[in-house]
Nanobody, 115 residues
């Protein structure tokens, strides 16, 4: 199976921006949707952004207008562009690619928003 490798996390000040990348080690076929999830310490994992060919884009209410999910099929890479970051966005972010036969997950990348 393909491996997903996330990158782009780090420490950023409130109001700053980061772009997360999720690269697949090889081409993945029959993708039904791609998504980013996050998990903050002591909290359950939550869906941040999702994109599918049939249902369009879905964003967590708290990130609407600040985060954008996109995918470059030629590069087998999913992106999460994050702007106007807030301390409450601090979490480990995971990418997810769902196909009709398999669910791929990345290892997670830490995003810390702090002054």
């Amino acid at each position: 199976q393909a491996q997903l490798v996330e990158s782009g996390g780090g420490l950023v000040q409130p109001g700053g921006s980061l772009t997360l990348s999720c690269a697949a080690s090889r081409s993945i076929v029959n993708i039904s949707n791609v998504a980013w999830h996050r998990q903050a310490p002591g909290k359950q994992r939550e869906l941040v952004a999702a994109m599918s060919t049939t249902r369009g884009t879905n964003l967590l209410d708290s990130v609407k207008g600040r985060f954008t999910i996109s995918m470059d099929s030629y590069k087998n890479t999913v992106y999460l562009q994050m702007t106007r970051l807030r301390p409450e966005d601090t979490a480990v972010y995971y990418c997810n690619i769902h196909t009709v036969t398999y669910d791929y997950w990345g290892q997670g990348t830490q995003v810390t928003v702090s002054a």
